[in-house]
């Protein structure tokens, strides 16, 4: 159980496009879903956290305007990367913690930017 | 803030070799650590936890011990096999729904 199905695993889009990245809690609900990105060799480094009805908290250093993050639901979330540059390639994993089970990820979306 | 420092890899092992990944945190309070893995092309998963001082996580083999005297939380294996060739995470969460902060992975390869 505690299944978070996050699609595409990979993306590969030309600058100055958007990708959307969209993480499904398939069978509990995820008030809350924090969102990561890694880059290579590099830790997973907390992007923002969002809940579901409000609007999304960044960390320090990350654009809100750049990265837009959508939590209407209680079953999905999604991350919107704007105007998406070649710097912007990266992993990019969303997280839910779950009562009493932890937390559970999603398997994460390679993101290219060409 | 909370931190993780892990070992850097790559680390290349024999099969049935002893596996040791250093793991140490700077954390307020008592966080709960963890250690997940992430298998060639799959989603973390978690590998064992522990939620207090003294307490050891355990699972296919792994271990880890919590030890807040060094505040370090190294992951061993007695024996390991190609299987368990991955990266692997230590994290810590803080009190509350807050989010996991992570070493930055090292990346275990196991030849036969």
């Known amino acids: 159980g505690a299944v978070v199905s996050q699609h595409p695993s990979w993306v590969i889009c030309k600058s100055g496009t958007s990708v959307k990245i969209e993480c499904r809690s398939l069978?509990?609900?995820?008030?809350?879903m924090f969102w990561y990105r890694q880059f290579p060799k590099q830790s997973l480094m907390l992007m923002a956290t969002?809940?579901?009805?409000?609007?999304?908290?960044?960390e320090q250093g990350v654009e809100k305007d750049k990265f837009l993050i959508n939590h209407a639901s209680l079953t999905l979330s999604t991350l919107t990367v704007t105007s998406a540059h070649p710097e912007d390639s990266s992993f990019y994993i969303c997280?839910?913690?779950?009562?009493?089970?932890?937390?559970?990820f999603g398997s994460g979306t390679r993101l290219t930017v060409v | 803030g909370n931190s993780v420092t892990q070992m850097e890899g790559p680390v290349t092992l024999s099969e049935e070799a002893f596996l040791t990944i250093n793991c140490t945190y700077t954390?307020?309070?008592?966080?709960?650590l963890f250690w997940y893995v992430q298998y060639p092309g799959e989603g973390l998963q978690l590998l064992l936890k522990?939620?207090?001082?003294?307490d050891k996580g355990s699972n296919k083999g792994f271990e880890a011990t919590y030890r807040k005297e060094t505040t370090s939380f190294h992951l061993e294996k007695g024996s390991v096999q190609v299987s368990d060739s991955a990266v692997y995470f230590c994290?810590?969460?803080?009190?509350?729904?807050?989010?996991?902060?992570f070493g930055k992975g090292t990346r275990l390869s196991v030849i036969a």
């Open positions: 954390a307020t309070g008592y966080p709960s």
């Open positions: 997280s839910a913690r779950v009562t009493g089970l932890g937390y559970t």
């Open positions: 969002s809940n579901e009805g409000s609007k999304a908290t960044y």
């Open positions: 522990a939620t207090k001082a003294d």
């Open positions: 994290a810590l969460r803080g009190s509350g729904n807050t989010p996991l902060v």
């Open positions: 069978d509990f609900q995820a008030t809350t």
